[in-house]
């Protein structure tokens, strides 16, 4: 089996398509096609079932992908140790979220831009399921996940922090300077990101355990909600970390109400995954990020 035809089945079996994975190899489609061809020429079987516009992975397809994997990632951690490893470089896809994106992540971004350059850095905006799913597929080297569990099948994960959730209102709201429990909240005006949204979800399932039917005002982003929030539109629960701003020069306020439940920021990637160095290095430079600010907060 050559490495090459290897590297292309895996990419098509990640993707579902000879399409798509021509574009991303940067081949031929009639060389995708052909390529996979010739493994499964080599091995005696087919490994992807043709339904007409669709393929989907045989059985031996199935059993092959995750040797596969293997013996890439061993390839290129061979390749990185004969070179040397004085200056880490290659590919490195993660998924993230806007929360982390725009308001912890930029030191991080910034640190690998400059100490290494030859670290190929794409970050990818997905949240949830999304997200694991990528991870699975191997579409994405890391994730960052914000959730309640700390454990996800498939996945290997470690926690940098738990994440703060707090409830903010323009000063001039209602609630300001009010005694409040839960069940007053969902006569409120509510802003909320889109569904999908971690905490977004179960502050939803919160209210509606106090009544059954609860209506957001969504938005698209944390910028928009936060904007709305401070026009005096409603109230929304959000980390506390992309608030600080706002909070600090008093555009919003805090309501005093505890979420009920924890959310932690992890950084996940498939279980049996050999990490590459340059990922590794992105796994421990941000854990020593979000550690430096913990001990700063």
Do not use: N
């Not at 489609?29 to 669709?54: M, P």
């Not at 991080?108 to 997905?126: D, G, I, S």
């Not at 992890?266 to 049996?272: I, M, N, P, Y």
């Amino acid at each position: 089996m050559e490495l090459r035809l290897l590297v292309t089945f895996e990419k098509v079996a990640t993707v579902l398509s000879f399409t798509q994975a021509a574009a991303e190899l940067k081949y031929a489609q009639s060389s995708v096609t052909s390529q996979v061809r010739a493994l499964e020429s080599a091995l005696g079987t087919e490994l992807f079932d043709r339904l007409g516009s669709r393929i989907r992975l045989t059985e031996a397809g199935e059993r092959l992908l995750p040797y596969a994997r293997q013996i890439i990632e061993l390839t290129e951690e061979a390749r990185a140790a004969v070179v040397g490893a004085e200056e880490p470089a290659g590919s490195l896809v993660v998924g993230t979220m806007e929360s982390l994106t725009s308001y912890r992540l930029p030191p991080l971004l910034e640190f690998f831009h400059h100490r290494y350059p030859k670290v190929r850095l794409a970050l990818r905006t997905t949240i949830g399921d999304e997200t694991r799913q990528a991870l699975r597929q191997g579409t994405y080297d890391l994730g960052f996940l914000m959730e309640e569990a700390t454990g996800h099948p498939g996945l290997e994960s470690v926690v940098l922090c738990e994440e703060p959730l707090v409830l903010v209102a323009a000063p001039q709201h209602a609630l300001v300077g009010r005694e409040f429990g839960t069940a007053d909240l969902v006569r409120q005006s509510l802003l909320a990101t889109e569904p999908g949204c971690a905490y977004r979800d179960l502050f939803e399932l919160e209210l509606k355990s106090h009544d059954g039917s609860v209506d957001f005002m969504e938005f698209g982003t944390i910028e928009a909600t936060k904007r709305a929030a401070a026009a005096g539109l409603g109230i929304s629960l959000l980390p506390e970390v992309t608030v600080a701003a706002e909070l600090a020069e008093g555009s919003l306020v805090r309501l005093p109400w505890e979420p009920p439940f924890t959310l932690r920021t992890q950084l996940a990637w498939r279980s049996g995954k050999r990490l590459p160095a340059h990922v590794r290095l992105f796994l421990e430079q941000a854990q020593k990020l979000v550690s430096e600010e913990d001990g700063q907060a």
